[in-house]
């Protein structure tokens, strides 16, 4: 299997998975008022890396609500990974890559130099590997 259509079906599974809730039940049990009010705040934003990341000052609330997140996302991300016979590092980058495509305007994401960025009505800075 080339490099193109391995990326493909790892974008289709993580794609699947988002829309299915698959990040959603456990690891977007984000949908608790604290990571909603955090997100909102732009204390929390997405990562290039598939997982969330605290933007700025931490707290050990927000630190431990972020891990918990990213915790129950590895966890799915090793799942659809091994379902997709790919590595966990090229599933969280797929899905780090929908995560930040979906972001709206005045959510926080992580570009593709590491910097952290505000989303506006434009389409967010998307790292060279993301699929098209």
Known sequence: MNTTLIRRTIFGLAAGALAAGGLGSAAYAQRDPAYDAARSAGKVGEKMDGYLGIVGAESPDLRRLVNDINIKRRAVYAEKAQAANATLEEY??????LAIARTVPGEKY??????????TSAPPLRDSRCPA
């Open 110 to 119: 992580q570009a593709p130099d590491g910097t952290w960025q505000t989303r």
């Open 92 to 97: 969280a980058l797929t899905a780090g890559c």
